[in-house]
Every structure is written in C-alpha cells, then in structure tokens.
C-alpha cells in the first residue's frame, strides 16, 4: 500500500536558520504531493503542492520539488521566522483515490528567536 | 464564508456513552472527509462522503459511523466510546473534481476525552 515517511521531530532552530523537512513516499501509482501545516490550535492548511515529477511548489517562502527517481519531496526554507513554528505535514493522493490524502506523521518544528 | 466548522470544540465522555460530531462547510463542496490525528501517527481517515446520501469506510473505521443526509454536513457518531478513541477530530472538505490537484480544507478539530 502507499506510504508517506517524514524525519521525526521535534526540530529546533533558530530565526534565520535554513530548515529542510525530508519527506518520503511510496505509492502504487503516479500520486500528487503536499505539504499541510497546522499551526497551534488550529486545523490544517494547505502550504504548497506539486502533481508531477519535477514540479516545483512554493509558498510564504517554502519549496519542495517532486523527485520521482528518489520519491522524495523534501520541504525547504532559506530563512525561518518564529511565526512558522508549527507542525508539518507531507501527504499524497492517487489518482482515481476519491480524494483521499495519505499523511505522513508530521514534523514538528520550533523556531527560537 | 465561514469554510469548514466543527461542533463541538472539545468533549468529555466515559466509556460506553455515545455522541455525535457535526461538521459544516459553506463553500458547496462535494467530498468530505473525517479524519482523527493522534500523537506519532499522523491523520488517519476514519470515513468519507463523495456527494449527498453517499458514505465510505476509510482506513480505520470501526466504532464510527457517519452521515451526509445534506450536502454541507456531515455527521460523526460514536455509538460506544472507548478510551482507544480519545483523540483530536478533524473534517476536512474539498470539491470533489477528481483532479489531482483537488484541495482538502479543514476544519479547527474537536478534542476528544474518553475516560
């Protein structure tokens, strides 16, 4: 079945630091990749998505390219701010899947000033 | 436009008593789902509705039982709690256009306690 494998958290930086979220997968078919946040107390929120190999997403500063040949789709930022302390989630979805999004475990991340 | 809401925030329950979770969404949406989120694990589907009067199991459906009699809700219900089902509760809506680019909007969640 299909699968998605984040790094475990939590994950500790400070402002301005580079951060890099890995994220794997395996799927069956062709799948759409996501990257979901949720911020505390809240409910998620799309952050970016990518539905082909080499499709860059990007949003509020973050990036992740879709690599088919690795079956990654790591999540990047240049320069962290203490706002985007939350947790990360990558996802995908199959074709011909109803919709239906398969979520890694999620990330957390913890940017100090 | 209010998108996705949930009712209620949060819930006690002891074991055996039952209760329902009501989620609304206003922006005419085809698909909605319900999912729990719990510690190390993600969000797990527990059922999904792909129209009005439609209903499907997810991965991890038992003990629950759902809903969709209109197309802007959808009804969790736990018929027999167990403390296994403490947990946080989300509803998540999208518009159903089969692409793969289609985008789930969730709700704030509902925390559950069963003692």
């Known amino acids: 079945g299909n699968s998605v494998t984040q790094m475990e958290g939590p994950v500790t930086l400070s402002e301005e630091a580079f951060l890099t979220i890995n994220c794997t997968y395996t799927?069956?078919?062709?799948?759409?990749l996501f990257w979901y946040v949720q911020y505390p107390g809240e409910g998620l929120q799309l952050l970016l998505k990518?539905?082909?190999?080499?499709d860059k997403g990007s949003n509020k500063g973050f990036e992740a390219t879709y690599r088919k040949e690795t079956t990654s789709f790591h999540l990047e930022k240049g320069s962290v701010q203490v706002s985007d302390s939350a947790v990360y989630f990558c996802a995908l979805m199959e074709a011909d899947s109803w919709g239906k999004l398969q979520f890694g475990a999620g990330t957390q991340v913890v940017v100090t000033p | 436009n209010a998108g996705v809401t949930q009712t209620p925030k949060f819930r006690v329950l002891k074991t055996g008593q039952s209760m329902t979770l009501l989620c609304a969404q206003d922006?005419?949406?085809?698909?909605m789902y319900w999912y729990r989120q719990d510690p190390g694990m993600g969000l797990r589907l527990i059922h999904y509705s792909v129209g009005e009067g439609t209903t499907a199991k997810g991965e991890v459906p038992d003990g629950y039982n759902v809903s969709r009699l209109k197309k802007q809700n959808f009804l969790l219900g736990l018929e027999s709690a167990a403390p296994s089902q403490t947990s946080v509760y989300f509803c998540a809506s999208s518009f159903g256009t089969l692409q793969l680019t289609d985008t789930q909007y969730f709700g704030p969640g509902t925390r559950l306690t069963v003692l």
């Open positions: 799927a069956t078919g062709y799948p759409s």
């Open positions: 922006m005419n949406h085809e698909y």
């Open positions: 990518a539905t082909k190999a080499d």
